[in-house]
């Protein structure tokens, strides 16, 4: 399996620029997550997905950011407008649906995010 | 406010040397992960300690579960320079589907 595949890997922008990121998870996986990383917070979920439907986006900071998820395989998290304080790494997760509350996630790689 | 705290949050130790990390919530979880990521990659699970009491065993690396299920530890034993990096504990609640609630880290370096 070729693990979760997230794109792109790096993404430098300028304030007020459009950003999207880009997540493809474990074939077979139900859940999807999109964390941020910084130094600061550390690692916070921003929404997460059951069966491409959204079921918690309290984390997400502002109406700036967005998620979708068309089909089981793709997902997307945008940023627009975007400015320097969404400087971070987006790292996406999916986990299996196994019918108990400790579900390992596995982690892409992240996108390390810039904004200038 | 952190619901998960972690401590210490950095750790700079010679190999050889033991350590512990802690865990701890005001929080029930119905279960507790930890995570090891390396710089330029995501968390890779390492435990779920679910049972409150419960200790777990991977090679030098001991995980315990509270009696109460608030608060976790991780005891490394005779640390090497492949332990390096940031461990994380997440915790989950059963209502919760896949949720993971994650503490801030502790970034572990061991010196050869």
């Known amino acids: 399996d070729a693990g979760v595949i997230q794109s792109p890997r790096h993404e430098v922008t300028e304030m007020g620029q459009e950003v999207t990121l880009r997540c493809k998870p474990i074939?077979?996986?139900?859940?999807l997550f999109w964390y941020r990383q910084t130094m600061m917070r550390g690692l916070e979920l921003l929404i997460y997905?059951?069966?491409?439907?959204?079921?918690?986006d309290s984390g997400m900071p502002e109406d700036r950011f967005s998620a979708k998820m068309p089909n089981a395989s793709f997902s997307t998290l945008k940023i627009q407008p975007s400015e320097p304080r969404d400087s971070a790494v987006y790292f996406c997760?999916?986990?299996?649906?196994?019918?108990?509350?400790?579900?390992?996630?596995?982690f892409g790689p992240g996108t390390r995010l810039t904004v200038l | 406010t952190q619901l998960l705290e972690q401590s210490p949050q950095f750790l700079s130790i010679q190999e050889g040397e033991n350590l512990t990390v802690y865990c701890n919530s005001s929080?029930?979880?119905?279960?507790l992960q930890w995570y090891r990521q390396e710089p330029g990659e995501g968390p890779v699970l390492l435990v779920t300690?679910?049972?409150?009491?419960e200790v777990k065993k991977l090679k030098r690396l001991t995980f315990q579960f509270g009696d109460a299920r608030k608060d976790s530890s991780l005891h490394i034993t005779a640390a090497q320079p492949g332990d390096t990096g940031l461990y994380l504990c997440?915790?989950?609640?059963?209502?919760?589907?896949?949720?993971?609630?994650f503490g801030q880290g502790t970034e572990l370096s061991v010196k050869p």
């Open positions: 997760a999916s986990s299996p649906i196994t019918g108990v509350s400790y579900n390992e996630q596995f």
């Open positions: 997905f059951n069966n491409n439907v959204p079921i918690d």
């Open positions: 300690v679910v049972t409150g009491g």
């Open positions: 074939s077979g996986h139900d859940y």
């Open positions: 997440a915790g989950a609640w059963y209502n919760q589907g896949g949720k993971l609630i």
């Open positions: 929080s029930v979880f119905s279960s």
